[in-house]
């Protein structure tokens, strides 16, 4: 676990004690700083009671002693959704710092020395930061150097353990980069942009404008990589290379003149071929983006060679990403859970054919236009979730749709239904929605999918 004196003495509220809150509250208390607690999940602190962990009073508590307040990612700081503790500190003009602005603190006391031996890779985006970072760390390890990962792929900051020399790899979230202030990474990375969060940030224009905050501390000693497929990259890149003299690296599927430009099997730099996709877990051309995100850093840090390539083609993809549960000549079953907006559906439904999809949940916008196109390799859609709206209502004028409200029915039937199929089929669980519906998160509904699947 981190921890610093840097903290010691100063007063400082947790607002939620989700994972992050709860590493952050720890390492706090070890190291020296008074802290304070609020959470509105009563069943939270019923579980901390044994560490006498409690909320603070809100009619008695002196907030002007606070010298900063950290909410989780979870919490809404922005507008009218904000929480009632955040509208209270800012007209107190109390600090409100992100759990990334507290790892910059700690980084910021460390000696020179160890300064320049720490690096820290920031990576976000809408769809791939998890693969993006899984890869970085996974060639960074064969090229033996010392990594942490933390960030939202599961491991919050400060529980990871203590680098002296090496590398922090970080994924991080909009959420996160809502409250951020002075987070100042050495390599920032945005693997993409679509719509997601729109509930949370209000519009696309804002939910981008969060992202690109990893961008706007440069100094000449930093250096961003970023896609510029969509209209608000490509014009973020053109007004920032404008602007300041940082090194900013390109990606593109589109504009062969980008840094890097990608297919879906080869890699070029410069107009240069220097990478042509050879691992299987690393299929489609939204893998050949992650891959071209990575070999990017490691040009920035002189080391793309032998060692890091091999890396790259013998890493095993992550669970619920187009995971591969059974394959043969007969029939590829395939848990792509990890698929919480419409767009990210988008590779799985381009990568097979004679697909027999599940979908649906919570859908994170209405608009339902961007799969219409991919639905040519489709052969049936079973939608899931408590509400078949968006899903069923949009598709059954196209495709033969039909609505089974649960998981383990749309199982039995797509199966059933495709063994009447002479040719190779797909049996696709891409969500295409968030989870909360019917499953906590979109692990467990992948393992859902994956026991119904060994059960059948």
Known sequence: MITSSIFK????????????????????????????????????LASLK???????????????????????????????????IIKILKKKNIKILSELDMFQLYLNSKSDKHKNNIKVIAVTGTNGKSTVVSLINHTLKALEFKTSLV???????????????????????SYQLETTKIFKPNFSILTNLSNDHIKRHGTLKEYAKQKFKLFKSFSDNDYGIMSIDHKLTKNFVSHIKNNKSQKLITISSIDKKSNLYFDKNSIFKDNKLIYRSKNPYLFGLHNQENISNVLALLDLINLRNSISIKAINNFIGLPHRQEIIKSNKKIIIINDSKATNFESTLPALQNYKNIYWICGGIAKTKDISVVIPHLKNVRKVYVIGTTKNVFYDSFKEHIDTVYVKYLS????????????????????FSPAAASFDQYKNFETRGNSFKYHINNN
Request: charged letters at 25%; hydrophobic letters at 35%.
């Open 9 to 44: 003495n100063k007063q400082i509220l947790i607002l939620g004690l989700g994972q992050t809150g709860l590493n952050l509250y720890k390492s706090l208390q070890m190291s020296g700083a008074r802290v304070y607690v609020f959470d509105d999940n009563k069943g939270v």
């Open 50 to 84: 044994k560490d006498k962990v409690s909320n603070i009073d809100l009619k008695k508590f002196n907030f002007n002693t606070l010298d900063y307040c950290i909410p989780s990612p979870g919490i809404p700081t922005k507008g009218k959704i904000s929480h009632p």
């Open 151 to 173: 960030g939202n792929i599961g491991k919050s900051i400060f529980q990871s353990h203590k680098i002296n020399k090496g590398f922090y790899i970080i994924e991080v979230s």
């Open 409 to 428: 029915k749309a199982i039995s039937e797509a199966l059933k239904d495709s063994k009447k199929n002479k040719n190779k089929v797909t049996i696709l």
